[in-house]
């Protein structure tokens, strides 16, 4: 079983920053690909970045493209994901998401999630 409990979330203005973390237990988090999506109030859940289990391949929505960047630690069993110049209309619960088969990243499909944290982005 792999838990994932993410962290960072919080009241930010538009145009500030946020950098959202997410540790996950597991021996086996450095082969898994790593996800993170959002779903705002009344809107479809949201694929917003993926890293694969090298960092090496990642994946942006066209929403967040050019503001943020997602990165990994396997030594620490970390994903984190560095929002910048933040809108409005990123407010949504961040979700941290685990693919234990490891596909590419922008695949879409998680094994595991976490519980969520919330970002609210002030106007």
């Known amino acids: 079983q792999v838990q994932l409990v993410e962290s960072g979330g919080g009241l930010v203005q538009a145009g500030g920053s946020l950098r959202l973390s997410c540790a996950a237990s597991g021996r086996t988090f450095s082969s898994f690909t790593m996800g993170w999506f959002r779903q705002a109030p009344g809107k479809e859940r949201e694929h917003v970045a993926a890293?694969?289990?090298?960092?090496?391949?990642?994946y942006y929505a066209d929403s967040v493209k050019g503001r943020a960047t997602i990165f990994r630690d396997n030594a620490k069993n970390t994903v984190s994901l560095q929002m910048n110049s933040l809108k409005p209309e990123d407010t949504a619960v961040y979700y941290c998401?685990?693919?234990?088969?490891?596909?590419?990243?922008?695949?879409?499909?998680?094994?595991?999630w976490g519980q969520g944290t919330q970002v609210t982005v002030s106007s």
């Open positions: 998401a685990a693919d234990a088969s490891g596909r590419p990243a922008g695949w879409g499909e998680y094994d595991y």
């Open positions: 890293v694969s289990w090298s960092g090496g391949n990642t």
